[in-house]
């Protein structure tokens, strides 16, 4: 009786070997094309770093200047699949700072070989007011849409001059001083902003002595 027992427990754990395998799947190898199309589309957004001073105007008149510093961080081996492929991963993120207003604005251009990271864009505002007030929206560039609920974002032609821009709209703003919409312009970067009021403030860069003569 012991050896049909041993056979029979035998059969069972070949038999659970086998499905374990055939129920096992790999993951899918890296699509580096469109990895390299969604870093290429994300390069299109890096603006003019050179530019780092800028003249802020309201609707009224009133200036401001307003100071950009940025950093790029690059890795080089985020992601390895089992087929022996690897992609790294990007970030360059800008520090816009108001001399006057208690705003600044930050924008992190991000791309991965992490799918659970991806190519985006990330435009944050926060104030001080007796306390800190910040809003985020993130712009995914594989599928063009917010991933924000309380954010709508769209990709327009700003107008001649700029072109392509993001449109990013905060929703269910309260307070009347709160920025509601703010445009990202592709090569330029932040060049208009305006708050729940109405008040609009444009960005522009400010040339240097040796440019004006």
């Not at 050896?3 to 038999?15: D, E, N, Q, Y």
């Not at 994300?42 to 802020?56: A, E, G, L, N």
């Not at 700003?158 to 592709?186: C, H, M, R, W």
């Amino acid at each position: 009786m012991k050896k049909p027992i041993i056979l029979t427990i035998r059969v069972l754990a070949l038999f659970g070997f086998v499905f374990a395998l055939s129920t096992c799947k790999n993951e899918p190898c890296l699509d580096l094309a469109k990895l390299e199309s969604l870093r290429q589309e994300m390069v299109r957004w890096y603006p003019d770093t050179t530019q780092t001073r800028f003249i802020i105007v309201d609707r009224h008149g009133i200036s401001q200047s307003m100071t950009l510093s940025y950093y790029y961080f690059q890795t080089e081996n985020t992601v390895e699949d089992d087929c022996g492929n690897k992609y790294g991963s990007y970030d360059l993120s800008l520090n816009y700072r108001t001399s006057v207003s208690p705003l600044n604005f930050t924008v992190n251009i991000r791309g991965s070989g992490n799918s659970a990271d991806g190519f985006y864009i990330s435009v944050n505002y926060y104030k001080y007011l007796g306390n800190w007030v910040s809003r985020t929206a993130d712009y995914d560039l594989e599928t063009n849409q917010s991933r924000n609920s309380d954010v709508e974002i769209n990709r327009i032609m700003y107008d001649n001059l700029f072109g392509d821009a993001l449109e990013v709209i905060f929703k269910n703003s309260v307070y009347p001083t709160d920025i509601e919409k703010i445009y990202f312009a592709q090569h330029f970067g932040l060049i208009s902003f305006s708050d729940k009021q109405g008040n609009i403030f444009m960005c522009s860069p400010i040339q240097s002595q040796q440019e004006n003569e």
